[in-house]
């Protein structure tokens, strides 16, 4: 089975510029997540999707958004961007069930935004 | 959300066993420890979880004391492919209704020298 993929891997955008990065999720699973890793730091939280619905919103501003769609796909934007937004943002997926102890997340390889 | 305190680097030799301890001294009653595995430029890799006890996968163990406010991943025989970033995280994921997010902290830089 395919894993997590995400589009585009690479994007260069100017300041104040809008970006759409986009995530498929693993096959069955219902569950998306975004993070946002800065050079040299962990990832951090920006939001999870469930069944088309925001479940968690980390610390970022609202020039930050997302959607998911029927098929579970997920979009993250970002307006207005600014030279702090160049990172790797990641997508992760898992299958939000009651049943499991401790849930895995799986993560695509990302996408590397450059903000000039 | 427990906060994780890890060596920033570590080096090691092909062959060798590797442990990596991680500190939560503020660990929750339902919280997991999960420890992540990242390369550069790829997105971290699961690679082992638990709550207590010993816990082993085909790839690493997991050390966990009683008191549960440390754990030790354990690596056998690493090789030079080994060498990645390794994130110990602490938490529920399990909360009905609430977010299920990893919270990293800046992880340890594993690498293994020939």
């Known amino acids: 089975d395919a894993g997590v993929t995400q589009s585009p891997t690479h994007l260069i955008k100017t300041r104040g510029q809008q970006v759409t990065l986009r995530c498929s999720p693993i096959s069955g699973h219902k569950s998306v997540s975004w993070y946002q890793q800065v050079l040299g730091q962990g990832p951090q939280f920006i939001f999870q999707y469930y069944e088309k619905e925001e479940r968690g919103r980390g610390n970022f501003p609202d020039r930050f958004s997302a959607r998911q769609f029927p098929n579970y796909s997920s979009e993250l934007n970002v307006n207005a961007l600014l030279l702090g937004d160049s990172a790797l943002y990641l997508c992760?997926?898992?299958?939000?069930?009651?049943?499991?102890?401790?849930?895995?997340?799986?993560f695509g390889p990302g996408t590397r935004l450059l903000v000039l | 959300l427990a906060k994780t305190t890890q060596p920033i680097s570590m080096d090691s030799y092909e062959g060798q066993e590797v442990n990596i301890t991680c500190s939560h001294n503020n660990i929750a009653t339902n919280d997991y420890i999960t420890w992540y595995q990242q390369f550069p430029s790829q997105g971290p890799r699961f690679i082992i979880q638990g709550y207590k006890t010993k816990v082993t996968n085909e790839v690493a163990s997991l050390f966990i004391p009683a008191d549960r406010k440390s754990s030790t991943l354990s690596l056998p025989r690493v090789s030079l492919s080994d060498t990645a970033v390794y994130y110990c995280?602490?938490?529920?994921?399990?909360?009905?209704?609430?977010?299920?997010?990893?919270?990293f902290g800046s992880g340890t830089q594993l690498t293994v020298l020939p």
């Open positions: 995280l602490v938490g529920d994921l399990r909360s009905s209704g609430s977010a299920r997010q990893l919270t």
């Open positions: 992760a997926s898992s299958p939000y069930t009651w049943t499991e102890n401790m849930e895995t997340q799986y």
